[in-house]
């Protein structure tokens, strides 16, 4: 590995994420400085996949979310396109990159001999675009699989069982439900597929020319992964699918190099034929990472497309509600994550309809509202919700006698909707009140110490405050690429 006192002169870090609705480049430079930054967004720059917010929604399969695969490559030819005249990619020493959690990419039979030959002067799409027993990769915020998640935890003695032994209870997004509905309703697709790679360890694969490991933090979002041990389950890869484990390859640290990058990219954009390219792993991971997360009462939430809490902790006490992961940093430690699928995506809904489509509008109507709405409280699932598992629905109460919280007198009222004003309080504050609710249950920190928050959303100090306000502690931000 290169040590930081070896590095070149002008050394470049890029960094890399492929999201639910863009794929975004950061460059650092030796001093841990960004001195670059790009995005393509799926929606718009991309607009010949017609996806809406990155994704689509299957009319005739409830719950059934997926992504075009071949649009995360276009994405990423683009965004090197687009990064090319701002630095050198001569310079880089290493790329490394953080892939939407759970999402699975299914490669043909074949594919690791297109993967390891692609000829630098083609696109990457025309060379990859059949490389895929199955066009759609399914992502986090799927949730047609409850059958395969029951039959899952049914196999290897109940839902506790299955969280002891991998960190979860079977989640419907989660990869193994996700190839063990392929297997049952395609299962052409299931026998054609040599490997299957989570979105991270897709972009890592594309990047060193062969399949990449599935990076070990990531891979405990899989319901796959023995979480004490760090190698695939033997009774769960049973339950879930045969032959997986061949076409799953290995598991790998999420610190490992994944390999140097492909002679492709050397000859077609004059990357250092020495670059690395270290394991990729999941966004949330990654995240916790990079905001250093290292205080046991310290919290983050991150307000992407999802919103998600996690923390850190020594020993993995998995339950029916929350994730355990590998610690990305500490190679014996873990995380611990609670993930809502109702975020960015159902703020923006409100803001829409409420508030002329205006961020400043939104958190005006934020500040001039009081803590707790005058009992006017919300619950909004744009999509079917992941904690609380509750389906698709606005549901809107006005709860009365409501500064007597003690006494019985509380009557709560169903309404149809609120004023504009209410409703942007409605949904933020109900999103953070259930956050601090399932935090506690959970066992992190009560008061947490601080939290960082990322994401979209942190640039919005309105959201913020409300969330020192709601956890009663101070929130703190880090820079992010402009
Ligand atoms: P991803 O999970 O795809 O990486 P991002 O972290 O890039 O998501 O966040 C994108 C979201 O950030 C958008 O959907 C948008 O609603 C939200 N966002 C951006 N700016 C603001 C703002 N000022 N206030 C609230 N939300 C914002
Ligand atoms: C985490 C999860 C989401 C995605 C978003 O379990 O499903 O936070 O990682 O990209």
Same mark, same amino acid.
């Given at each position: 590995m290169v040590g930081r006192s070896s590095l070149p002169d002008g050394a470049l870090f890029l960094g890399l994420d492929s999201s639910t609705q863009s794929v975004k480049a950061t460059v650092l430079s030796n001093e841990l400085i960004i001195v670059a930054s790009e995005t393509v967004n799926f929606d718009s720059e991309l607009p010949h996949y017609k996806t809406e917010g990155g994704v689509y929604r299957d009319p005739t399969d409830d719950g059934r979310i997926y992504s075009p695969t071949i649009m995360w490559v276009e994405a990423l030819e683009l965004l090197l396109e687009k990064l090319k005249p701002k630095i050198?990619?001569?310079?880089?020493v290493a790329v490394s990159g953080s892939g939407q959690q759970h999402g699975s990419v299914y490669w043909k039979k074949g594919s690791q001999a297109v993967l390891s030959s692609l000829d630098p002067g083609k696109s990457l799409v025309s060379q990859l675009k059949d490389a895929f027993s199955t066009m759609d990769s399914p992502i986090?915020?799927?949730? %047609?699989?409850t059958k395969q998640c029951r039959e899952v935890e049914n196999a290897v003695g109940g839902a506790l069982e299955l969280s002891k032994l991998t960190g979860s209870r079977a989640y419907e997004r989660f990869t193994g439900p996700q190839i063990r509905k392929i297997y049952q309703t395609a299962p052409h697709i299931y026998e054609n597929t040599e490997r299957i790679s989570l979105v991270s360890s897709f972009m890592a694969s594309i990047l060193v020319g062969c399949y990449a490991s599935i990076d070990e933090t990531d891979g405990a979002g899989m319901n796959l992964m023995d979480i004490n041990k760090r190698t695939w389950s033997k009774a769960v890869l049973e339950a879930t699918a045969p032959d997986l484990e061949q076409k799953l390859g290995n598991l790998a640290p999420a610190c490992a190099a994944a390999g140097r990058i492909s002679s492709y990219f050397v000859e077609?954009?004059?990357? +250092?034929?020495?670059?690395f390219v270290i394991q990729w792993s999941g966004d949330n991971p990654n995240s916790l990472a990079g905001l250093t997360l290292n205080t046991p009462g310290d919290l983050a939430i991150s307000l992407g497309t999802s919103d998600t809490v996690f923390g850190i902790t020594a020993e993995a006490k998995p339950s029916l509600e929350g994730h355990v992961f590998p610690n990305p940093v500490e190679p014996d430690g873990y995380m611990v994550m609670l993930c809502y699928k109702n975020g960015s995506l159902t703020r923006e809904d409100v803001r829409n309809q409420c508030a002329e489509k205006s961020w400043d509008i939104f958190n005006n109507y934020l500040e001039k509202t009081p803590p707790l709405n005058g009992g006017r409280l919300g619950f909004y699932y744009?999509?079917?919700?992941?904690?609380?598992?509750l389906p698709v629905g606005f549901h809107r109460y006005i709860v009365e006698n409501? %500064?007597? !919280?003690?006494? +019985?007198n509380l009557k709560e009222c169903e309404v149809q909707e609120f004023d504009p004003e209410s409703e942007v309080r409605a949904i933020v504050e109900g999103q953070m009140l259930s956050m601090r609710g399932h935090a506690e249950r959970f066992g992190m920190p009560n008061p947490p110490k601080r939290i960082i928050a990322t994401g979209? !959303?942190?640039?919005?100090e309105s959201i913020l405050k409300l969330i020192a306000q709601i956890f009663g502690c101070p929130v703190f931000t880090v820079e992010r690429p402009g």
């Open positions: 050198n990619f001569s310079k880089v986090w915020m799927d949730s %047609s699989t077609r954009h004059q990357f +250092d034929k020495n670059c744009k999509d079917h919700e992941i904690l609380p598992p409501f %500064s007597d !919280a003690s006494s +019985d979209g !959303a942190s640039s919005n």
